[in-house]
C-alpha cells in the first residue's frame, strides 16, 4: 500500500483510539479500539497496521499499537 495510504490508516486508527481513550479511559481503551478494528476494518486495513508496526512507525498511539498486537495474538493463538 502507498505512504499516503499508510499515514492515512493510521491516522484514522490513532483517531479511533484516542477518542476511546477519552471516552472509556485508558484501561479500557485498548479493547474497544481491538474490537472497532476487528469488526469494522477490512483484513487489509488490518494487514497494513500491523505491516505499520513491523517498520516501527513512530506517530502510532500507543493504544492503536497495542491493540493490533492484541489482534495479532489472537489470530495466532
Do not use: C, P
Not at 500500500?1 to 479500557?28: C, S
Amino acid at each position: 500500500m502507498a505512504t499516503q495510504q499508510v499515514q492515512q490508516l493510521i491516522r484514522m486508527g490513532n483517531q479511533i483510539a484516542r477518542n476511546f481513550a477519552a471516552t472509556y479511559g485508558a484501561d479500557n481503551a485498548v479493547a474497544k479500539t481491538e474490537d472497532h478494528l476487528r469488526r469494522f476494518w477490512s483484513v487489509d486495513m488490518r494487514l497494513t497496521l500491523a505491516e505499520s508496526v513491523a517498520t516501527k512507525h513512530s506517530e502510532m498511539d500507543e493504544v492503536l499499537l497495542s491493540a493490533i498486537e492484541r489482534l495479532q495474538s489472537r489470530q495466532t493463538a
